[in-house]
């Protein structure tokens, strides 16, 4: 089993930054993608970047320029920069990891709400 604990998130104003971490635990295979994904009131969960275990990342058009996704494989955990932040980026975040061992797994964190707002 795979656990997934993220913390940073928090109330921040307009054109402010957070930093968000993801640490994983457990059965971890070393080639794996780990992302975030973000989930509004009345909304469907959307995907926000991913970075896979050799350090290629992908973004969402609504967040590039403005987010960064990092991560170091020694310590299993995922980072996402967040800066010039929107009110429309209030959402609770979501930690995924996904590997494949023989069949693909996602493993999910528990969220941290991020609320942009003056």
């Known amino acids: 089993q795979v656990q997934l604990v993220e913390s940073g998130g928090g109330l921040v104003q307009p054109g402010g930054s957070l930093r968000l971490s993801c640490a994983a635990s457990?059965?971890?295979?070393?080639?794996?993608?780990m992302g975030w994904y973000r989930e509004a009131p009345g909304k469907q969960r959307e995907f926000v970047a991913t970075?896979?275990?050799?350090?290629?990342?992908n973004y969402a058009d609504s967040v590039k320029g403005r987010f960064t996704i990092s991560r170091d494989n020694s310590k299993n955990t995922v980072y996402l920069q967040m800066n010039s932040l929107k009110p429309e980026d209030t959402a609770v975040y979501y930690c995924?990891?996904?590997?494949?061992?023989?069949?693909?797994?996602?493993?999910w964190g528990q969220g941290t709400q991020v609320t942009v707002s003056s």
């Open positions: 995924k990891l996904q590997q494949t061992i023989i069949r693909t797994s996602d493993y």
């Open positions: 457990g059965s971890i295979f070393s080639r794996n993608v």
């Open positions: 970075i896979t275990s050799g350090g290629s990342a």
